[in-house]
């Protein structure tokens, strides 16, 4: 049983509690507060903190999905933007290509063109190059080969179009340079015989001949090897070189018209007069019309094999197949016919 004290205290208590919950909140005390907070149930506090929790990461993830959906919509207009540039360069590139040789303005300024859309494959920039070789704009189309190596273009085929190119401006120092740049990556026959060529032209004869024997080791099937180094050693006076050179470059390229005749000359110096009419002979078979192996067989005929028949038959038929300088092969005729008639009275 409650006694008036014990009562007394209760309602102070319930008085409180009951004035706490109508108070300002500014005016509480902090320590009152407090404990008012705590004794609320546990199961409060979860439900706000997730509540709370809860709208941030809704609208975190609602930001979130705008930003990718975005993005993502961006990405795919750039990739269909990237895609029609490249169809379009593309297209410019190999429009450019079909006219190279015979167009070679309109095909650089499509090549220009291209590389303004797509300015990252090394083909357009070599090609490019090409049109200026072909303009003669000698100094551009370096530059182009050289913006081609920017791009991994291979080497090998760069530095030969730039010792091309140095060939066709007369600075064969800067060409065989390059060449044999081109050449330390790869013992290419074309290049070898590039350089080879250079020092034929410049008069360096036994630098030419041994490039040319070095194509022999890499491609011993290279059809103008042999004709050139036969060439060389001909103009060096080595006519037995000269010959067996020649023989190999029949044997390998058959009845080359063009070989026929350095062989047949190289016979003649040799004063293998038979041999080298059998040459001619050949030459008349393969080329009927053509009048220059009868003015030759005329004269081997004449001067060294002593037929004034032969002679005279094949320097009319020289005359009758159209050749030059008749009024000297006329003569020649009129020489041979007094020789065949001081024959026939004796």
């Known amino acids: ?120 494959r090394w083909e357009a920039y070599y090609n490019l190059g090409i049109t200026y070789m072909k303009l003669h704009d000698y100094e551009r189309a370096i530059k182009e080969y050289s913006n081609a190596l920017k791009y991994n273009a291979p080497q090998l085929k760069v530095y030969n179009a730039i010792g091309v190119t140095y060939q066709s401006m007369g600075k064969n120092g800067d060409a065989i340079k390059y060449f044999k740049k081109a050449l330390s990556l790869e013992r290419s026959p074309i290049i070898i015989m590039n350089i080879a060529n250079i020092y034929q032209n410049i008069g360096q004869t036994e630098e030419s001949i041994k490039f040319y024997h070095q194509i022999e080791t890499v491609d011993n099937s290279n059809l103008p090897l042999h004709n050139n180094i036969g060439i060389l050693k001909y103009k060096m006076g080595d006519f037995k070189g000269a010959r067996d050179e020649f023989n190999k470059a029949l044997e390998k390229g058959g009845e080359n018209i063009e070989v026929l005749y350095y062989q047949a000359q190289t016979l003649l110096m040799l004063e293998e007069y038979e041999n080298a009419l059998n040459v001619y002979k050949k030459i008349a078979a393969k080329y009927p019309a053509d009048p220059a192996p009868y003015i030759n067989m005329g004269i081997i005929y004449e001067i060294y094999l002593g037929d004034m028949a032969k002679a005279y038959d094949n320097y009319t038929a020289y005359i009758k197949n159209g050749g030059g300088e008749t009024k000297d092969v006329e003569s020649w005729i009129e020489v041979v016919k007094a020789r065949m008639a001081k024959k026939e009275e004796q």
Do not use: H
């Open 1 to 120: 049983m409650l006694n008036r004290d014990t009562v007394k205290i209760s309602k102070e208590i319930i008085k409180t509690t009951t004035d706490l919950s109508r108070m300002d909140t500014d005016k509480i005390n902090p320590f009152t507060f407090s404990v008012f907070i705590r004794v609320l149930p546990w199961f409060y506090y979860v439900f706000v903190l997730f509540f709370f929790t809860g709208c941030v990461t809704n609208q975190k993830e609602g930001y979130s999905l705008k930003n990718r959906i975005r993005l993502e919509s961006e990405a795919a207009v750039k990739k269909q933007q990237d895609d029609e540039r490249q169809r379009k360069a593309i297209s410019l590139f190999n429009n450019g290509f079909q006219l190279i040789n015979n167009d070679p303005i309109s095909a650089n300024a499509l090549y220009r063109e291209g590389i303004m859309l797509m300015p990252d």
